[in-house]
């Protein structure tokens, strides 16, 4: 899906204070593996061709790279005793849209409710209505403002979801911008068809009907285009309800999409469970997925998408992140950044709450950011630690240890930022 020739480039991080990494080449399950950071002190890591070659205390790097560098053959940076954490991956996004909802956010906050401000015509419609007359140079250039935003808090992956067009030419505009931004990089974009997203005024009291058109008419052009790694679905009570949300995913998988699935966000509906029931790769929010079901994820290995961003603006209670890890689950933090619930990309934000509010340990959290992000875009066998054969993506903080980046709350602390071996920011 991804274009294959992605620069990539050579470089030698040296005098590394910290190396603070996740490892593991598989989804991180449990609270063993969530909680296994290395932390090697002195470190050096070598990127060849994009990829790393070594990580690991200085005295231990290859004397060829030391004798290339030496001769200036090969790119160095000196990151003067700082931490290097991997790049962070923000693994559930809505980032192409048009418009804005600051007057909601300013309702919500003096007390009227999520689905009642959606119940009178506002909330995602009137993202909708302005998604649909924007072109696909509007959204290119708000798609890549935000992509920038992102890669400067240490994003060097990003999952996007279309849902903002609930029609066939806007949902396919908002997956070519993605595929758009993607070619040009640096941060890479993993789409996600979101067609049932809301019930688009033209299907209004019909969801039923609205999912027959998107399993028929939709889901095959995406497929035929190519547009799309994984589909979801916002499985709500009131919007899309188990039984649809199964025929949608049922179909979507069997066109070999991968599945996710905005899952028990408002009410305890089941769609945790639903979603562990067909092997999605992730299920999402969970703010009231039941312990039944967060047992079902843990068995069938989906991951636990936590947004705590959207509780917060929410002023809702957090997910139960500590017991989806204590039974067994792998955890991925992300931003949910997006017009309505959630409009932030703070990492930094995601970090002092993980710490703070959500019970989880520090190397959690960052694992949360980054393998677990990537075991939720089936990426983990590539990206989310700094080990040798995975990408050399990597951040460099204003900061000697990874403990500023709770500590320093809602601070950006990323100074430096490495995709592929290349230095991007
Ligand atoms: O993940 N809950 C549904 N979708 C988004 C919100 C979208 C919006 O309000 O525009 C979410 O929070
Ligand atoms: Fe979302």
Known sequence: ????????????VENIGELCTPRGFTAPRGR??????????????????????????????????????????????DAGGRAVVPGFVDSHTHFVFAGHRAE?????????????????????????????????EDLLALGRARLKTMLSL???????????????????????????????????????????HSIPGEFKGRPADYVDFVVKEVLPAVKA???????DIFCEKGIFELEDSRRYLETAASLGFGLKVHADEIVALGGAGLA???????????????????????????????????????????????????AGCALALASDLNPGSCYSQSIPLIFAIGVLYLGLSLPETLT??????????GLESRLGSLEAGKDGDLLVLDAPSMAFLPYHAGMNLVRTVVKAGRIVV
């Not at 005295?59 to 030496?70: M, T």
């Not at 947004?307 to 917060?312: E, V």
């Not at 949360?368 to 875009?377: H, I, M, P, V």
């Open 1 to 12: 899906m991804r274009a294959p020739a992605r620069p990539v480039g050579d470089l030698l």
């Open 32 to 77: 063993e593996a969530m909680g296994r950071v290395e932390v090697t002190e002195g470190a050096a890591v070598l990127v060849k061709a994009g990829r790393i070659e070594y990580a690991g205390p200085a005295a231990g790097l290859p004397a060829q790279a030391k004798a290339q560098a030496h001769e200036g053959r090969l790119a160095r940076l």
């Open 104 to 136: 909601e956010f300013l309702w919500r906050a003096e007390g009227l409710p999520y689905m009642e401000i959606h119940k009178r015509g506002g909330g995602i419609a009137r993202s909708v209505t302005a998604t649909r007359a924007a072109s696909q």
């Open 154 to 196: 240490g994003v060097t992956t990003v999952e996007g979801k279309s849902g903002y067009g609930l029609d066939l030419e806007t949902e396919l505009r908002q997956l070519a911008v993605m595929a758009e931004l993607d070619r040009e990089g640096p941060v890479e974009v993993v789409p996600t068809f979101l067609g049932p």
């Open 225 to 231: 285009q190519g547009a799309a790694k994984f589909c």
């Open 276 to 326: 562990a029931e067909l092997g999605a790769a992730s299920a999402d929010h969970l703010l009231k997925a039941s312990e039944k079901d967060i047992g079902l994820m843990a068995k069938a290995g989906v991951v636990a998408g936590c947004l705590p961003l959207t509780a917060f603006t929410l002023r809702e209670p957090y997910a139960n992140a500590r017991a989806m890890i204590d």
């Open 368 to 377: 949360a950011l980054t393998l677990g992000g990537a075991a939720s875009l």
